[in-house]
Every structure is written in C-alpha cells, then in structure tokens.
C-alpha cells in the first residue's frame, strides 16, 4: 500500500487513524508498528540529528550534480572577432555536486516536466502527475543545469506526489513553507506512537541519531588515519 504522504502537520494528524484502518484492510496481518516504520520512511529523508540540541532538525534538501559553462570561456561577442583576434571560443562545461532545498528541486522538476510536453505535445492540458516519474524526462541530460539521479528521485516521489501541482508552471512557496515548519512534528509524533507501543528502536529519532553516530565515528577513524 501507498501511503500518502501530507505537507501539513494538522492534515497528517487528521488523517492518521483513517490511514491506519486502511492500512489493516489493505492487509489483514499488519500492526500498527508496521505502518508507524513506513510513515518513518517516507519523513526521514527530510530530517537530521542535532548533537548540539540532541533532537531532529530540517535537512529538506538534495544533492544534485550541476552543469555549468565555465568561466574561462570564451563566446558570444568574441565569435565575431574569431577572424581578427586569436581568440579562444572553445566553451567548456563543468560540475560540481549542489545542495538545493526541496523546493527547487521540485521546481526543477516541474521545469523538466513542462518542457518536455512543450517539446512533445505543444503543451497541450496534460497532467504533471502523469510524468513525474518518467525516465525518459527525469533522466534526460540537459548540457547545463542539473544532472537528476533517478535512483534518488524514487526516495523523493511522495514528497513531490503532495507539492507539484497537476497543472501548471510553478510551485507553492506558502505551501513548502507548511511542509519545512511541519516535518519535525510529524516525525515527533510517529515517535510518540511508536514509544506507545514499545518500539522506540524504530523510531526516526533513533535511526538518525545512530546514522549520525556512524558517521561521527567514520570521520574520526579517517582523520586518526591521515594524522
């Protein structure tokens, strides 16, 4: 079963005991600790742990690979003094790894999407939703901008099923907005219910915060190496 996946707090907390009695129809074997671990998967990605504050703060961002000209190129005005000037036209495109917030990732997938039915269609009335996660537009190399690894689109689908819109050019900041202040409610409250059923160890605070461990200790052990 597809759980859906809410920008709001207030909706998600609504909405939490109708979900979970389709979740039991959906499957007569399931508990309610069951549906608590995928709910915690599909917020998780959104969140870190803070040593400092020792709690979950927003980390509602992605890595993305950027292309770009560089800038020692060449062009535009410089073509024209080609034949007069020895000039170098020759343009060279490089990357570098960027961290861009959620919200401009949608967007930019939102772009992707629009193009691709200006291209194929004339930008007829189609749905967004119907390409959102179409390889051939997902994956599709452009020569700048951003490169999208589609392994990592799979993680953020439930996310942008809630923020793009169907129809459209562009995303809804006050919406986003919800989502970024909401997400670390959310979380709180799947802990909560899952320390109500005694199963902590499964809680989104516990999996970041042994991430974040794991990862602390990885750094250690390369600089003891290196030093």
């Avoid at 499957?27 to 608590?36: G, Q």
């Avoid at 809680?203 to 602390?216: N, Q």
Wanted: aromatic share 16%; proline share 2%.
């Amino acid at each position: 079963m597809e759980l859906p996946f809410y920008l709001s707090c207030e909706e998600f907390k609504k909405r939490y005991y109708d979900d979970l009695e389709i979740w039991f129809e959906n499957d007569r074997n399931a508990t309610e600790i069951d549906f608590l671990i995928n709910l915690s998967e599909l917020y998780k990605p959104y969140l870190y742990y803070n040593f400092a504050e020792n709690n979950l703060q927003v980390d509602a961002t992605v890595k993305v690979k950027e292309y770009a000209f560089s800038s020692f190129d060449n062009f535009g005005i410089s073509y024209l003094e080609k034949k007069h000037k020895n000039v170098n036209t020759h343009i060279h495109i490089t990357s570098e790894w960027k961290a861009v917030s959620m919200m401009e990732y949608a967007q930019y997938v939102l772009d992707k999407i629009n193009k691709h039915l200006v291209r194929s269609y004339g930008f007829p009335e189609k749905n967004v939703h119907d390409y959102i996660n179409d390889y051939e537009v997902i994956a599709s190399a452009e020569k700048v901008g951003y490169k999208l690894d589609y392994n990592t689109h799979q993680l953020l689908l439930p996310f942008l099923k809630a923020y793009l819109p169907h129809y459209g050019q562009t995303v809804d900041i006050s919406l986003y907005k919800e989502f970024y202040i909401s997400v670390v409610e959310i979380a709180h409250f799947i802990d909560r219910k899952l320390h109500s059923v005694k199963a902590f160890e499964h809680s989104i605070y516990c999996k970041l915060r042994s991430e974040a461990k794991m990862g602390l200790q990885m750094k250690h052990h390369f600089l003891t190496i290196f030093n």
